[in-house]
């Protein structure tokens, strides 16, 4: 089988995976197989004779038709409204680590704002030295810098504590995007207010609060604050989207993406953390004994395979595969990742697409030769602080049940012989 | 070291971090924040009490608001509806498996209630209570708790006074000790990490269907990814849409407009297909129609009244309760304070005419 495979191009392992996901099945693969001539090749096709579309048709685009279903999708019944909720990043359609913004998961408390550059005032208050109010343009004018990094949803994979409940890598995991992103360290514009009325920083905070009419505030420890906390104004080399903050967003690198406050109006230096309704009520992980933690900012290392897996499910039969996944740090870069095909008695090192960088996305792979039989797979981070991903049974037996957030644990797709997946929990 | 930040940065990194020059010198650049620019926005309130402002109210009266504000989500309980927050209960069950997380079992401190009612609530017309009716609210939810009498009046003066149940609920982070000691490479199994594998639970029969769902569920998910491409199509319906409105005076501009201007509506209220009704009724067919014509939906007293006495929503009486609502039924469930610009107004009854039937 592997010699027949070997003249089989990338592009057209990805026709015939893009055939079957489509519901038009193996035909032309199967076509060929027999030996009689490709169509596609020997008849002269419409869009090698007449002319394609003028430069002038699509002055922003977007992704061609056919790529129709690499959406961001909802679950209804996680919320009460649309408009206070959550969707999905297509993990098991992309490849790389940039999310591309049009399809990077949204979460909003009152909505997605439409806030002009114009109207658009950042102010700094607090325990400075001069209070002051920044117009987008005076933004513009500090020191600016790039950097990539993952925003994770606290709540990412927090349906899954109780079981193997959405059946998809988009739902378990894709509350996560990863851009690059252009804009100002927040310890520049703390500066600039001055920081020597603040006193002994090392136990001050600084409130953020967004424009939009859910206020969303969140305190961030002065240290943080002064680490690698950016002001943002571009992602990926343009402008945020209004659904993730346009025209200013905050960058919390590694934190969970609640603090990430979009439509940035305020930064308010305090001498104690404010314990508004998202640091208190909300964001907090309740144990098995009814005691909460409260303050888990940090999002823990975790990995998930996302292809194959429930949505991208193998089509293309035995032979050669390549398995696929994304993994992370909050607390630094990502070292390796390990797979396990049978639900984690024994495990074999993926490759990493690119090193680890700090607190941003990689990519792995693991070329295999798969002979049809089913597997139980599964991915295992390790970061550079030698912290390895749990298991859910290890999260369980510190956390108990009742956690929602941080739910970085271990997951398992069961890719039967068919090659369809299903997201299940096996034993420990 | 900080005494909350576990571990984050090396101790001589954590101070070169804060070495913070003692008058930077900064690029001059933003201009000073007046006064009353800051009084407006800084509104958040400590634990401590800091930032809350002088003024009172009773749970009497906050019972009274609650119903007028809060209820249509929050239940006039606080008993929360459907899948809005519950406000209430709870107590008791932060150790059992599926934990009511309410502001009387859950959370530590009476700011944080004051500090979001203020300026986050109500949803989709936040920051329009005044801040005696604010305490009022809140001396509601506490009551609603049973943490305060009926005869009590929240004020600054005695709001730090007020225990909270779960005050002493809450530790800081402790994964560094409790997690990060476990997690570890020395303990990460390669080889023989368990003697077999059993799946004990699958995604698909917590679905629906119990039974073979799996083979059902995994069959179906093509199909679902095909959706999508449907909604792509669907793109060019709300051209289509307004054609079938039957109506000489219907500006579908005017329409378009509309529609946006609806998205502030949106929060309760749904049209179009498949439209169902949410906080607010569904206003399909809501142009022309009777007041209060949805079935099944719970009107106010006001707006049923005017139901039998044959009320109709013609343009102008659609007009005058977009502008202020409660000014023509001063019952009605519907928290929006109204729309300020005529033109607005025009923009959503031509909107609304689009989405009778």
Redesign the interface.
Known sequence: MSDTQKDISPSRRAFLRGA????VGLAAGSAAAQGTPDPLITEKQDWAMTTGAGVDETPYGLPI?YE??V?RRNVP?L???P??SINFTPIHALDGTITPQGCAFERH???AIELKKEDYRL????LV???????YA?LE??PRENRTFFLECAANTGMEWA??????AQFTHGMIHNMEYSGVSLRTLL??A???AAGD???KWV?V?GAD?????RSI????A??DVMVAFKANGEALRMEHGYPVRLVVPGWEGNMWVKWL??I?V?A??????EE??KY?D?L???????????M?AKSVVTSPS??S?IAHGTGPLVITGLVWSGRGAITGV?VSK??????EKARLAKPGEKMALTRFYLDTDWDGSEM?LQS?A?DD??????TKA?LRE?RG??SVYHNNCIQTW?V?ANG????????? | MSKFLPKLMTATALAATLAIPAFAEGFGLGRPALPEEITAWNLDISPNGDGLPVGSGSVEDGEMIFSENCAVCHGEFAEGVDNWPKLAGGDGTLADKDPLKTVGSYWPYLSTVYDYVRRSMPFGNAQTVSDDDVYAITAYILYSNYIVEDDFVLSNENFLDVEMPNADGFIVDDRPSSEYTIFTEENACYENCKDNVEITKRATVLDVTPDEAGTDQAAAEPVAEAAPVEVAVAEEAPVEAPTDVVSAAFDADLAAKGETVFKKCKACHQTGEGATNKTGPVLNGVFMAKVAHVDGFKYSNDMLGAHEAGAVWDEAHLAEFLAKPKSVYAKTKMTFAGLKKDSEIAAVIEYLKSVSQ
């Open positions: 079957a996901a489509t519901g038709k129709g279903d959406i019944w919320t009460a409204d408009i206070s408390h009152s909505g102010m700094i208050n607090g030295d001069q209070p002051l109010v920044f117009t005076d004018r500090f079981g193997a409940q959405l059946n998809g500066e600039e001055g920081l020597s920083l090392s136990d409130y609060e009419a859910s206020s969303n505030g420890p002065m240290e943080k002064l680490d109006r305020r308010e305090t104690q953390a404010v314990e508004g309704r208190t009520s907090t309740t098995a004994d009814g005691t909460s933690r409260k303050w888990t900012w940090v823990d429930p949505q499910p390990d049978d639900g984690g008695k024994t495990w139980l295992r390790h602080t030698g912290y390895v991903q749990p290890q510190v049940e009742n069961h039967k369809e997946a299903e997201n299940v929990e096996v034993s420990s």
